[in-house]
């Protein structure tokens, strides 16, 4: 027995010897990684989508319009008191497409887009005015309305945004041209002319420009989502300033 617990602690002895003078093996890993892939989707390349947008839109009618009522609609009269309109307010939705070209530089990515919206977006204003002689009493009526709509707007816009795993976060700016209509009434009664109602309406070409701000997400393949936020300025002898959300779809190819 004796023997026996000899010859094991010599051959442990052996054993922690040989073991420490062996070189030490690569550990074999298999298909795990050292952590998840923070990998950026590559943006680079031409792309197209569709997109709708829903805003609100304010319109600054005055002073222009109110000098046409007053001027050209109906005669003012010694007995009228015409009221100002006021800033023009209405919220609206529309629809459109967009295509760009995307430039990638590691995370940083460039590009050019052509954006259009067309939009059913009409701001009222509205006014009536009442003039009383020194007995008190009612002598005359006035009432004007304006109606400025922005139909269509197409921009060309310069992006720049930082790719962030499938998420592309971009800021733009751009100008553009659009078409705005603008619905002119104005009424007086009693009135010195005739007729005693008003009615006028014109288009014309404008020009403007926007900016803001929005994220690209990388669905599947090519596949994207759009989120955006946009300010719209469009200058004319009427002002319209349209504040937007916009979700859209998108291909990149």
Same mark, same amino acid.
């Given at each position: 027995?004796r023997g026996l617990l000899l010859a ?9 010897? *040989?073991? #420490? ?10 298909? $795990?990684?050292?952590?998840?892939? %923070? ?11 569709? +997109? ?7 319109s600054k009618v005055a002073p222009g ?7 050209? $609609?109906?005669?003012?009269?010694? #007995? ?8 023009? *307010? ?5 629809? !459109?497409?967009?295509?760009?070209? %995307?430039? +990638? ?9 052509? %954006?259009?919206? *067309? ?13 009383? %002689? ?36 971009? #800021?733009?700016?751009? !100008? !553009? ?10 009424? #007086? ?14 288009? =014309? ?6 900016? !803001? ?18 300010? +719209? ?18 291909? =990149?190819?």
């Open positions: 027995m094991a602690a010599m051959l442990g002895t052996v054993s922690a010897a *040989h073991a #420490a003078d062996m070189p030490d093996l690569p550990i074999l890993r298999g298909s $795990f990684t050292d952590g998840l892939s %923070n990998s950026s989707v590559n943006w680079q390349g031409y792309y197209v989508g569709g +997109q709708g947008e829903y805003g609100a839109i304010t319009i109110n000098s046409d009522i007053q001027s050209t $609609f109906v005669s003012p009269g010694p #007995a009228y008191n015409w009221q100002p309109l006021a800033f023009a *307010h209405s919220n609206s939705a529309g629809y !459109g497409a967009f295509a760009g070209y %995307n430039g +990638q530089w590691d995370d940083v990515v460039l590009g050019i887009e052509a %954006n259009y919206i *067309h939009g059913g977006f009409k701001s009222t204003s509205n006014s009536v005015g009442q003039t009383f %002689n020194n007995f008190n009493v009612l002598v005359a009526t006035t009432a004007t309305s304006a109606v400025v709509g922005v139909s269509d707007f197409g921009s060309l816009r310069a992006r720049a945004g930082y790719a962030w795993g499938c998420f592309l976060p971009y #800021a733009f700016i751009g !100008g !553009g041209v659009g078409s705005q209509t603008v619905e002119r009434y104005a009424s #007086a009664s009693p009135s010195p002319v005739l007729p005693a109602t008003t009615f006028a309406s014109k288009s =014309k070409l404008v020009y403007g420009y926007s900016a !803001g701000l929005g994220v690209d997400v990388m669905v599947v393949g090519g596949l994207f989502l759009r989120a955006e936020y946009e300010y +719209q300025r469009v200058t004319s002898d009427i002002e319209s300033n349209v504040n937007s959300v916009r979700a859209g779809l998108g291909y =990149k190819f």
